[in-house]
């Protein structure tokens, strides 16, 4: 490159640095108002606002009979004054996107660890459960801001690694680690969140008491619909399963491409809702996405690869855990407790499993002295 095509480079970049910064304070208007382009226009058509309050009652006109209504600051344990503007399910969805559990969710595993850049995270299945959640909850009139915190929070309590971590912390928590309970009873316990939100988290998995509400019970239907559609497709993506593999049953009434599973499969629980008021699938459908799940745990969660993956995640995390156990003073935050004690090990428990996939095998290699060849291999290992 010459001397003057970089001197060019150097006037270009001055030269846009400059009209950013011209924007810093926006354009002048009237009524002492700043808009953000020179030539804006765009208003409300109306000086009024709807307040939370007035807000609250064109909700409770348009909901279905059985959707979960907003009141006030909503049922909290701990007490607060109600927001001016929002609900207090869009408070909880805020405080769910904010919060540094859900953006912890891009490192951490949903099937593989180490993604690629287009396999999924325990991020991006979290917005694709709320897509889905809230597809089917707008179509049955339910609240579309509870079920969308429930589906942004709901795999927060998750470690790294994948569900092998729930394996992995069980010895150490009472009743073994289960990342329902453990999200909205520990990891998300300091954003304060409404009853209604938690519950939907405690209970999204089956193995669980059903949700106390409706929108809950949708998202325990999204999450399913969402991971055994994206999964099956990132598992193509790699080469593991073909789409000719699935099983007949799922292929004619379904489809084979992801858009038509997830379309298919909203159909059927809003045909369900229509023909019988409760929150389920059509039967047809329903038999589908269990055969489409059974596929799914034989030839891509259980297959050698995943299993070896898992027991090195197991590994890794027991080792860890115990190390800080022993060690509570290198726990962020922690101070005052006693080497090897039961709170100790809770902290442990809470550390390692906030971690991503790659901290945590930072963590092995620097703290415990692992090699490399010792930790979780990625994708581009497992053939």
Not at 15 to 33: C, I, K, L
Not at 156 to 169: K, N, Q
């Amino acid at each position: 490159m010459s001397h003057d095509e970089d001197g060019a480079k150097v006037t270009d970049i001055a030269e846009r640095a400059s009209r950013w910064a011209s924007t810093m304070a926006g354009h002048g208007a009237d009524h002492g108002v700043r808009l953000a382009h020179a030539d804006s226009w765009a208003g409300s058509g109306s000086p009024e606002q709807l307040h939370r309050r007035a807000r609250e009652e064109r909700e409770d006109a348009a909901l279905a009979v059985l959707a979960t209504r907003a009141h006030g600051a909503g049922n909290r344990s701990v007490d607060e004054e109600p927001d001016e503007w929002r609900t207090c399910f869009e408070r909880d969805r805020d405080r769910i996107l904010h919060a540094s559990a859900f953006r912890r969710l891009a490192g951490k595993t949903q099937v593989f660890v180490f993604p690629d850049d287009h396999q999924r995270t325990r991020l991006t299945h979290a917005l694709e459960v709320a897509q889905v959640a809230t597809s089917v909850a707008r179509a049955l009139g339910l609240n579309i801001a509870l079920t969308e915190a429930i589906a942004l929070g709901h795999d927060c309590g998750h470690g790294p690694g994948g569900h092998a971590s729930e394996d992995a912390l069980s010895p150490y928590v009472e009743g073994g680690f289960d990342h329902a309970l453990w999200g909205a009873d520990v990891t998300l316990t300091p954003l304060n969140l409404c009853t209604e939100t938690l519950d939907g988290i405690r209970n999204h998995s089956w193995s669980r008491p059903a949700p106390a509400t409706p929108e809950g019970e949708v998202v325990s239907w999204a999450d399913r619909i969402a991971y055994v559609c994206h999964d099956f497709e990132d598992a193509v993506a790699t080469g593991i399963v073909a789409p000719e593999m699935l099983p007949a049953l799922v292929a004619e009434r379904c489809g084979i491409r992801r858009s038509q599973q997830l379309g298919a499969f909203i159909r059927g629980m809003i045909d369900a809702a229509a023909q019988s008021g409760r929150i389920g699938m059509t039967a047809p459908l329903a038999e589908a996405l269990g055969a489409f799940r059974q596929f799914n745990y034989e030839h891509v969660y259980l297959r050698p690869a995943s299993t070896a993956q898992a027991s090195s995640v197991i590994a890794l995390l027991r080792a860890l855990v115990e190390h800080y156990a022993d060690r509570p003073n290198l726990l962020p935050g922690v101070a005052g407790v006693d080497a090897g004690s039961t709170d100790a090990v809770h902290a442990a428990v809470a550390y390692v499993g906030g971690m991503t996939d790659r901290f945590a095998c930072r963590q092995g290699i620097t703290l415990l002295g692992w090699p490399a060849e010792r930790l979780p291999k990625g994708i581009g290992t497992l053939g």
